[in-house]
């Protein structure tokens, strides 16, 4: 590299080219070229507002931050590995349009606050299109959800059939999970949204400067009160990588559900083409890619995660070069999350068709009414667990038969027990079994009909 770095008077010698490839973030920060600009456009004003620098250079960087704005976006300015990273890609090109006051820009600053302040920034703003994405998937849930509150599915415990329950019930369930997701993330956001600029180095500034006047400008609600936890401080990064794995562990769940509902064992999905894949010698075979790969990608957020955990773990205060390792993981969470949200959204919305027929079947042919005998028997005064145990013995008898329930005769449920009545056949109608589980968060079709109700208001808070 022929360049001496912009830190370099003091060095003999420029930096080995594999050290700075080595040491250079360029490649991947530039992510934060927006937030960067925008950040400095801020603490440009914030100088001028303070008499640090004149209003005429004050306004000579932001517009000068705003031509570099442009180029950007029209690709005139595409910085590479020797402008080291974003921040100082952006002040070298400044200065090449402004002249020497762009040197003037850095005053009162350092990279460390200003790289918080890019990255909180950016994670705000991607913070609010998830949870507008975590929207749209809670309202094709919900949309689905209405059509489908007297479709019955078989509910599982253990991966064993175990009570049937309403399809509406079923899919409300990832409703509620995307809704702490949405909650939670709101929550993150009141940590990220704090502003580190103005913490210097770590120690502060020489210079009169106004954090609180910069932290308006940028919106955030709040300035760091100590700069060396500022400057040095990731828990926002980590909360948010955590907000973002319990995300993906729902969409993973999810996932995992349809594919083994579209497998041939249940076949209570089909895929549709338009969401779904060939085998390149297999013809007849449709695969579930799109929830397989939402499955998988949940391991790299997770990875993210802990790797953002260890590289904290040791670092005395306040800022090392450690942190620089903390983008790839937020960027490529922020990019998988995204992705992932918008594949199962569409998947939900087009790519699946339940198959009606096939889980009205699926209902009637095991032993997932038994409790409902159990509690049949309950009603009339029968204590529980006897009951309990009489029914145990009924399922076993009638699986040696090869009898469903609703296939014993009248005389068959009396010798069981005397206060077995016609009325039983109605009771263990899987319809009946759903409906009859009315208590409050439950299965019973006037409860879900009422979460509906409630989602759909929930739905209204953006
Ligand atoms: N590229 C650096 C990072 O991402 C910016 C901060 C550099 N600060 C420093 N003291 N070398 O963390």
């Known amino acids: 590299m022929t360049e001496k770095q912009t830190w370099s008077q ?69 910085p590479g ?111 990220v949204n704090i502003s580190p600029l103005g913490c210097g180095a770590l120690a502060g500034t020489t210079f009169p400067i106004d954090r609180h006047y910069t932290a308006n400008l940028l919106h955030f609600d709040n300035v760091y009160a100590n700069s060396l936890d500022g400057v040095s401080d990731r828990d926002f990064a980590i909360e948010f990588l955590c907000a973002a794995s319990i995300i993906m562990v729902h969409l993973s769940r999810l996932s995992e559900e349809v594919i083994l509902w579209a497998s041939e064992e249940f076949r209570f999905v089909t895929l549709k083409d338009s969401c779904a894949t060939g085998s390149s010698i297999m013809p007849q075979k449709k695969n579930p890619d799109v929830p397989e790969l939402v499955r998988g990608k949940t391991g790299r957020v997770f990875g993210h995660l802990q790797a953002m955990l260890v590289i904290m773990k040791g670092l005395p205060l306040a800022y090392n070069k450690d942190l620089q390792e903390d983008k790839e993981g937020i960027f490529d969470s922020v990019n998988t999350v995204k992705a992932c949200l918008e594949a199962m959204t569409i998947l939900l919305q087009e790519g699946l068709e339940f198959r009606h027929q096939r889980l009205a079947t699926a209902v009637t042919e095991d032993f997932a009414n038994a409790t409902d005998v159990a509690d049949y028997l309950a009603a009339r005064g029968v204590p529980f667990r006897e009951a309990y145990n009489i029914v145990g013995k009924v399922v076993k008898t009638s699986i040696a038969a090869g009898k469903l329930l609703k296939d014993l005769q009248l005389e068959e449920w009396q010798q069981i027990h005397p206060a077995f009545a016609a009325d039983i056949y109605e009771a263990i109608t899987p319809r009946q079994v759903v409906a009859a589980r009315n208590s409050y968060g439950g299965t019973g079709f006037v409860q879900v009909r009422q979460a509906l109700l409630n989602a759909r208001t929930q739905l209204i808070v953006k």
């Open 10 to 78: 003091r060095f003999e010698s420029a930096l080995h080219p594999a050290i700075a490839r080595f040491n250079a973030s360029i490649s991947f920060d530039i992510e934060l070229i927006e937030y960067d600009i925008t950040g400095s456009q801020a603490h440009a004003k914030m100088l001028a507002h303070t008499g640090i620098i004149s209003h005429e250079e004050g306004e000579a960087l932001f517009n000068g931050l705003e031509r570099v704005r442009q180029e950007y976006r029209q690709g005139q300015f595409q």
């Open 81 to 191: 590995v020797d402008a080291e990273d974003v921040h100082f890609a952006v002040e070298k090109r400044l200065t090449e349009i402004v002249g020497d006051v762009g040197k003037k820009l850095h005053t009162a600053r350092s990279r460390n606050d200003q790289v918080g302040t890019d990255t909180r920034l950016y994670l705000r703003d991607q913070i609010q299109q998830i949870r507008q994405q975590l929207r749209d998937f809670q309202t094709v849930l919900v949309d689905i959800a209405e059509k489908n509150v007297e479709t019955l599915i078989p509910g599982y415990t253990h991966l064993q059939r175990a009570q049937p329950v309403s399809l509406a019930h079923h899919l409300l369930a990832y409703f509620q999970m995307a809704q702490r997701d949405w909650e939670r993330l709101e929550d993150v956001c009141k940590r």
